[in-house]
């Protein structure tokens, strides 16, 4: 099974840009009137270029420098970071400018020249050794790089300048060294064990290591370090919270549930403390303990909104919608309105009431929960074949947020592909990809569009130069490989493609349905019963519903394929691939 889930690439969380895209003030040389100065540039350095070329063809250092400034940004215009850094990095050789050097060190992480963006990132911090940016960035890039002695180096420095002392150093620290992949845990608590070292009576620096021990699972670690910490200052809440957060890890949750309560007896503020430990015991899915304390709070202050809107999204979650409408109703009123109607036009789409989606929708007016209740309206008006009134909304999007464009494009391709009008889709593809033509998303997106409409040379390209960017992408692993399980016979090279595909991403129940799907091919009908039960336990997708329907029916359990495919149905009554199945197998 295909999804259409356009991936959310992030910037790397060490990526530190310069705000917007201005040139830095002009400073013109004492011997030079600003009148000849072009454009502002930074101010020149008073020794000579290092290596200039004698055949340069500016006049002057400063036209050289204003010359690569633009550049830079001409290429952070067009989304071209390696050179946009590159041509910064240039201008810097002769002058001397925090601001660039800032812009060109993020520039260059975007791009992911590590070692140009480290090289730019020292040159920053001499032009401003008074800033922790710099410093957070080589440390992370060093930690990344093996280089544990810069990182120390960096690191040791935070802690020591932090104005608001060594303890919220250690928690700064924390921050950076959590930042690392998993691949690196041992160096990051490597670091932050030789900084407790240095400060081994600081209580916030056992709380630090205790923080990044449990970040990495290392519980053994995390629990001797919060001991240290709650003996050197014992009562700070913080180092108490820090060791429910350990017991919730090691799955000790009725011994954190005691110590809950007895921090939530002595506090002035309980239904925060509550909320809090909540929302920790739904990140590790102790989900049942997480309702015991939403309905504590609920029980001391019956109108408490955040409570009924944390309750309304976890019954929602678990597919209890009329609960979750309950709730969420209760937070209507007050400062969580917004978020509760977006969340209540889900329940009412659950409950397919789509009139009264689009009503809780129009309600959400401000802040990122409104891009999502216009993008979910539009969502709503194309299932009910109102396709135009759709483009109107993503057409209004477009207008009043340019730099959601991709993502825009994405979900219009989206719908169209959903309601049949793949020409449109793929034709709405080709224009976004000419001015962004390597974007993963938008090729994935015309992928799909090309094989709707038969072009399965074309799809496959599309998936094959994802794939050549980025060999281990999940998604087009699968894609590629449910085409190939579809509509050729090339079922090795498919089986290849999902297995790698369920190798990065195991849980995944498109992946799982694909597999399924195959084996059934294969003629393996227990083995393709099993994945796909699996899949559609976690995910009961309409498409998932025919597949296990059709194993199910071939293997001569009838009862149960109609069971199946009449749930699937009443959730989208017009399914094409469940009623074309069904139509197909039925004598």
């Not at 410093?135 to 932090?162: F, M, N, P, Y």
């Not at 799955?251 to 309980?270: C, F, G, T, V, W």
């Not at 409570?307 to 609960?323: D, I, P, Q, S, W």
């Not at 074949?385 to 979900?411: H, N």
């Amino acid at each position: 099974m295909r999804t259409f889930l356009p991936s959310a690439p992030v910037l790397a969380a060490l990526l530190l840009t310069g705000g917007c895209a201005s040139l830095p003030s002009a400073r013109p040389a004492p011997d030079e009137p600003a009148a000849n100065v072009a454009a502002p540039v930074p101010a020149i350095e008073d020794a000579p270029v290092v290596g200039a070329a004698p055949e340069t063809p500016f006049a002057t250092a400063a036209a050289r420098a204003q010359y690569h400034i633009l550049a830079g940004e001409l290429a952070a215009s067009r989304g071209a970071p390696a050179q946009a850094a590159a041509e910064f990095a240039a201008a810097l050789e002769t002058v001397r400018d925090a601001e660039l050097a800032q812009r060109a060190t993020g520039l260059a992480v975007l791009a992911r020249d590590e070692a140009l963006a480290l090289e730019l990132a020292h040159r920053w911090l001499e032009l401003d050794p008074d800033s922790a940016e710099p410093r957070e960035v080589i440390a992370g890039l060093s930690l990344r790089q093996g280089d544990l002695t810069a990182t120390l180096e960096q690191t040791r420095a935070l802690v020591r300048g932090h104005p608001a002392g060594p303890s919220e150093g250690f928690l700064h620290v924390a921050q950076i060294l959590m930042q690392a992949d998993a691949e690196r845990a041992d160096a990051a608590l490597s670091v932050m064990g030789q900084l407790v070292t240095e400060w081994p009576r600081l209580a916030g620096a056992h709380h630090a290591l205790g923080v990044v021990a449990l970040h990495f699972e290392r519980l053994d670690l995390a629990e001797r370090a919060i001991a240290a910490a709650r003996q050197l200052e014992p009562g700070n809440r913080d180092h108490e919270l820090l060791q429910v957060g350990i017991w919730v890890g090691q799955n000790r949750i009725e011994q954190a549930d005691a110590h809950i309560a007895k921090l939530a007896a002595a506090s002035d503020k309980p239904a925060e403390l509550r909320l809090g430990y909540a929302r920790l015991l739904l990140e590790k899915n102790h989900r049942e303990a997480a309702q015991r304390q939403l309905r504590a709070i609920l029980a001391a202050d019956p109108v408490n909104v955040d409570a009924h809107y944390a309750l309304g999204v976890l019954h929602f979650n678990e597919g209890e919608f009329k609960a979750a409408e309950k709730h969420l109703r209760a937070a209507l009123s007050g400062p969580r309105m917004q978020d509760a109607a977006l969340q209540l036009g889900r329940v009412a789409e659950a409950l397919q009431r789509p009139e009264e989606a689009l009503d809780h929708y129009r309600r959400v007016r401000h802040g990122p929960a409104a891009i999502e209740a216009a993008l979910r309206s539009a969502s709503v008006l194309a299932r009910i074949d109102r396709m135009s009134e759709a483009q109107v909304i993503i057409g209004e999007l477009r207008d009043r947020f340019p730099q959601l464009a991709t993502r825009l494009d994405l979900a219009e391709g989206e719908l169209l592909i959903d309601s049949g009008d793949a020409e449109a889709a793929f034709a709405l593809y080709e224009r976004a990809l000419v001015d962004d033509p390597d974007n993963l998303d938008l090729l994935y997106g015309r992928s799909l569009a090309r094989e709707k409409l038969g072009d399965l040379v074309g799809a496959e390209q599309d998936l094959r130069k994802i794939l050549s960017r980025e060999p281990d992408d999940a998604r087009a692993l699968n894609a590629l490989g449910y085409m190939l399980t579809v509509h050729t016979d090339r079922l090795d090279e498919a089986e290849t493609l999902i297995r790698r595909a369920l190798e990065l991403e195991p849980d995944d129940a498109a992946i799982i349905d694909s597999m399924g799907w195959l084996h059934f091919k294969r003629g393996r009908h227990e083995q393709a019963l099993t994945l796909l039960r699996k899949a559609y336990a976690r995910y009961p997708d309409p498409e998932v519903a025919a597949h296990l329907g059709e194993v199910l029916w071939v293997m001569g359990r009838h009862e149960e394929a109609e069971a199946i495919w009449d749930e699937a149905l009443r959730s989208d009554a017009d399914h094409p691939v469940v009623l074309e199945t069904r139509q197909r197998l039925r004598p």
